[in-house]
Structure formats: C-alpha cells, structure tokens
C-alpha cells in the first residue's frame, strides 16, 4: 500500500507528495537585506509570496496592488533552513527495531507521530515550533543507528494543516549504519555482528539477496513478496540513495567501497574522518551530512565510542567545502541520547555559524544549512534558496542569521505565517 493510499484511508485528503495548503493571498516582505543563498545578497530588497510560492525576488520588484506587505528594514530575510538528519517526532523506543540488524522494509513514516512530539496534543495545524524557532523548515527524519540497516527515512516540513501536508518525500534514502553503535546493540542481545568485518559482510549479503530477489521475482512474479527485498531493490535501481553513518575512515572507507560494489548512490552521514577521502569524494561526487561544529559526535549512544572518531577538526566543513565537497551541516538531534534536547534543530544555524570561525566563508556557512542540505536530500527544485516557483519558505531575522545575538522573527511555510516570536 502508498502512502497516499494510507492517507486517504486515514482521512487526510491530501497526497504525500502535495505542497502544504496554497495561500492564495499576496505577501511583500520589503525593505529588508535579502540572502537569496543561490545569488549575491540584495540590499533593501523584497521577496513577494502568492499561492504558496515565491513568484518574485530582488530590488525594486513592483509590489502587487491588494497585497499584504511586511515591513522588514533593517531585517535579513533568508530561505528556511534544513536539517539534514533528525529523529524529532520519533519516540525514543521507536528508533530501531531491536530484533533484527537488518531492516530495510521499516519505514520511518510508520512511527512519526508530529502530534505527539511537536506539542500540539489536540486537532489543529501542526507546528513544530522548537525547531521553527530557529529557522528550520525541513528536516530529514531518520531510524536511530543502532541497526546496520534500519531502514527508509523520510522528508518532512515542520508545519501545515494535517500529516499529509506534511510530507515532502516518503521513502527518501535508506539508512544504514557503520561503526560501533549496531556492534554495542548486538552485543547485548549476543548476536552478530561483532566486529566491523561482519557489518560490512552483513550489509553485503543482504544487497546480493536483493539482487537474486529481483532477478527471480522477473522471472516469476508469483513468488511471495519480501517488503526488505523490494526496498533495497528500489535503492539498486537507484529510486534512492543509501545515507551510510561512517565517522572512523575505516567505516568511510567500507562505505565507498560498498557504494561502488553495488553502484548505488550513497551520501556519508557523520562523516567525522572525511578529510582523508576528500579526492574520492569529489570525483565520484559522494555528499557528506556532518554533525554540528560545536559537537560532532552524531551516535545515538549515551557516551560514543571516540575510536568511531578522528580527532575533532572544527575546519572540516570549510575544507571540505573547499574542496569541493558537497557538505552539510545538520543537527542529528538524537546526538549524546537524553543529554540532549528533542529541539536542538533549533540552534543550527547558530551553531553552524562556528565554521566561519574557522576558515568557512558567511555564504557557504548559509548554504551549509540551507541549498546544499536541498540538493543532496533533492529537493532543491522545491527549497534551500529564495527563487522564483520554490516553495514560500521565508525565514525573517532580527540579525545577521550568523549572529549569536540575533533573533528568528517570522517563518513562513509555502507562504503561511506559522511562527512570530
């Protein structure tokens, strides 16, 4: 069954694949410092909004008769930002499925539940306002890493009428971990794997069974379905890409092999020791999702492993980025377990702004959290930047957004207003 056929059966009329709710009124944000993030920064310039999209952008646009205008001088006015991993609206027991290492069929969208977790307890529009606070409009939401392959995550915003509004993409990638967090899981039930020869082995053997599954299924399409099978099917078919968590440059380096064994595309999660393989990484144009400057260690155990991790370089993203690496910077929210809070999606911009004190420029830090988190979650046709027909997601700030001073004002979502401090 889709997930507009689930939709539909729960009473949500919209698709998954739908925009949130066209706002048909006119909006001029005016007279603010315009950071379209795909362009040069316009001064006093306007953004005009109308049926949930962004129709114009620039200075001196004529601003439509009728429509609703929002001083913004002395204000900067940005596209939404996007985290790239999270696993807000997903319950801390619902993040991995304990029985099995391998779970390619689960889908993340079974257990996000933004009634629950975004703070809403009652019918109504759902606003997912720690994360609105700070800026962030789209998440990517991810299983936990304890499993070796937990499965499909999905694409989210973090405000509309109902869950369908919602969903951007549904499945996204599919998830898979290397490293010590699915080995500490298997130890404790005494099972495998025990060491990193058997993860890499153990993802291996189950992409080879996906290639016999589909080979047979060709030829006899009577054969019994198997949910795991057809969904790493759909990723060697390169439907989606494999988001691979890999931080030692051991488990990058298994990572890039596997990617190239399977002819799959994969995008490095974590990716703490990526500096070593950045030759690689750009010529096979293989992104990297890094934790955040401040705290990079992205495990959803209590205290990680420092053997997952190289030493901490707070430049990796500049030079990555330098390099030619396509790098984002996102929060995996679940980082330090219980130590941290359920909204820390709202202090990435914040904290991304740490790497330009480290070598990174202002605007690639922006688009560290912004167009490049889109291009790699592709989706950029639709956010990461303030164009013409993308989607109406306008963050207006009291600040410079790289300013830890400086306050998120309003936020709109494909032109609706669902955040004034």
Do not use: C
């Not at 056929?5 to 919209?14: E, F, N, R, S």
């Not at 499925?97 to 529009?125: C, H, M, Q, W």
């Not at 039930?189 to 058997?198: F, G, H, I, Q, S």
């Amino acid at each position: 069954m889709t997930i507009q056929q689930m939709l539909v059966l729960a009473g949500v009329a919209a698709a998954a694949a739908s925009p949130l709710a066209a706002q048909e009124k006119t909006i001029a944000i005016r007279g603010g410092t315009v950071l379209p993030v795909s362009g040069a920064p316009i001064p006093n310039g306007v953004v005009v909004l109308r049926g949930g999209k962004i129709v114009a952008v620039g200075a001196g646009v004529a601003i439509p008769a009728g429509a609703e205008i929002v001083e913004a001088r002395g204000k900067y006015v940005m596209p939404g930002v996007i985290d790239a991993a999270s696993n807000i609206g997903i319950e801390a027991s619902d993040q991995n499925e304990a029985s099995d290492p391998i779970t390619p069929g689960l889908r993340v969208f079974e257990s996000y539940n933004p009634y629950g977790t975004f703070g809403a307890g009652k019918p109504g529009p759902l606003r997912n306002r720690e994360a609105l606070s700070g800026g962030v409009t789209t998440m990517y939401v991810s299983p936990a890493d304890a499993s070796l392959i937990g499965g499909q995550g999905l694409i989210v915003k973090n405000a509309g009428a109902d869950l369908a509004a919602l969903v951007v993409r549904e499945p996204a990638a599919m998830d898979m971990t290397l490293g010590t967090p699915p080995k500490s899981a298997a130890r404790s039930k005494n099972r495998d794997p025990y060491t990193r020869m058997a993860e890499v082995a153990m993802i291996r053997q189950a992409l080879i069974k996906a290639q016999e599954y589909g080979r047979s299924k060709a030829l006899n399409a009577s054969l019994p379905r198997d949910l795991g099978m057809e969904a790493l099917g759909r990723l060697l078919k390169r439907e989606f890409p494999a988001r691979i968590q890999a931080n030692s440059p051991t488990d990058i380096r298994s990572a890039l092999r596997l990617g190239q064994e399977f002819g799959i595309d994969v995008v490095i999660d974590g990716g703490a020791g990526a500096w070593e393989f950045k030759d690689e990484l750009v010529a096979r144009r293989i992104p990297v999702i890094l934790g955040q400057v401040s705290h990079p260690y992205v495990s959803n155990e209590e205290i990680p492993d420092r053997g997952d991790y190289p030493p901490v370089d707070e430049r990796l993203a500049g030079r990555l980025t330098a390099a030619g690496v396509a790098t984002a910077v996102a929060t995996f929210s679940r980082a330090f377990g219980s130590l941290a809070p359920a909204g820390t999606g709202k202090w990435l911009l914040i904290d991304a702004a740490i790497a330009a004190g480290y070598g990174m420029s202002d605007a690639d830090v922006l688009k560290a959290v912004t167009l490049v988190p889109a291009r790699i979650l592709g989706i950029a046709d639709r956010v990461g930047s303030l164009e013409p027909g993308k989607d109406a997601d306008v963050v207006i700030l009291d600040g410079d957004p790289l300013s830890v001073k400086t306050w998120v004002e309003r936020v709109y979502i494909n032109g609706e207003l669902v955040y004034q401090k």
